[in-house]
């Protein structure tokens, strides 16, 4: 989305749906099959087969058209770059409290709220990663040289911002704690 | 203009594409989760567990490297990953109401230390642009550690496929080989250090990834046993509250820091070489 708007261009819609129609619907299925697999290999006690999801994933598809129709219509009034990432969030987030899902639960039935019994289908956060991370494999192919030149760079780096978060986090603990007089 | 789009979509060139995606998502799945633990004396040193999604993009990168996929594949793929991001950052904003009874019960104190997870910026971002040179993949890999939800965002805002993909990927690959090990020596050193009080340690030892929590809380409750229950709390909380609130810092202010911070310095440092800044954004 971002790249888009980098260059300015106008924003060629009709290939954007598509895309996004198209994409999003593939992921979701796949994400599915990862997760049979994923409860299959790891024995879970409940078996979900792809075709029971299909509540989490056309509700998951509601949410994601909806985050890119306000994207979209927004990106016309607002003055500054919203990342369309952040109204996915911003509604997972509100649609997640239970005072909002319970309700909407109801509609159909469901008695533990509509995110909170449909989203249970899936086994964890991880065999949603997969999909992706299969195209982006293929995609990044075009970047094994840049993996090449900067990994032990990136590796340092990465230990760097470990400890930056360590400490950083250590030393607003320690004051907040100190002015509250629990230390 | 759509119809023509949805068309192409379902070509048999695009089909093509989602098999060989479908037959790496079931390859790497079937992998499965495969656990190291290194072991020294009896006494395990440290462990790792590689996931599936990391053999995924294995596969592919081997594919590629091996001439199997043409050029013209890796484009097609490239709009997939913003996109094919999004059920993800649903499953994780979903914690975010469930938290809620758990934030509002840890006060501010919890809460303003979730700014110290900012502090991965400060030390690296410098090195990263200044000493490494590192260009546009220092912000994929500086502006967090880099865990899961980290790809998600800089799949959805940059696309894996750029230079601030192979950033966050490749931080996130060091993240997971290396950051039980690297947090257990961290964590042991300032638990004898004596600089922090051992509370705000275990509140430090949460940020939002469940081995890298539990790599550096056991080196401090074994220090100050006494403390283990008030510790396993303040980090657990922590932990909770990272990862409700991770994704939302990152894009409002870790990312935006880093981008500002990254034009800065390379500003100050490139502005008489051919702008290295420029080649890398094209």
Partial sequence: ?183 | MFGKELKKLLSKKYWALYLMVFVILVVAEAIGTVKFDIVQNGKSLFNFSLFPMLFAILIGLILCGSKKVSTEKMDMASPAIAIGVAPLIIYLAKSVGPAWPAIKAAGWPLILQEFGNLGTIVLSLPLAVLVFRMGRAAIGACFSISREPSIAIIADKYGLDSAEGTGVLGAYITGTVLGTLFYGILASIFAGANIFHPYALAMAAGMGSGSMLAASTAPLVEAFPEMATEIQAFAATSNTLTNADGLFMSLIIAIPVCEWGYKLMARGRFANQKGLEKKEEQ
């Avoid at chain 1, 099959?33 to 409940?46: E, L």
């Fill in chain 1, 1 to 183: 989305m971002a790249k888009e708007k980098k260059q300015k261009a106008p924003v060629d819609y009709g290939k954007l749906w598509a895309e996004r129609l198209v994409f999003s619907v593939v992921c979701a299925i796949l994400a599915a099959i990862a997760n049979t697999i994923y409860g299959w290999r790891t024995k879970a006690a409940v078996m979900v087969w792809p075709w029971e999801c299909w509540a989490a994933l056309l509700y998951m598809l509601v949410i994601i058209f909806v985050s890119y129709a306000l994207h979209d219509l927004l990106a016309k009034v607002l003055p500054f770059d919203v990342p369309g990432v952040l109204y996915l969030a911003v509604l997972g987030a509100v649609l997640s409290f239970p005072a909002i899902d319970v309700p909407l639960g109801g509609i159909f039935g469901l008695e533990g709220g509509l995110m909170a019994t449909t989203f249970a289908k899936f086994y964890g956060l991880l065999p949603l990663c997969t999909p992706v991370l299969a195209f982006a494999g293929i995609a990044s192919g075009k970047e094994l040289k840049n993996f090449k030149q900067q990994g032990f760079a990136i590796v340092c780096i990465a230990l760097l911002t470990f400890i930056g978060t360590y400490i950083g986090s250590a030393v607003i603990a320690q004051i907040v704690l100190n002015a509250q007089g629990v230390i």
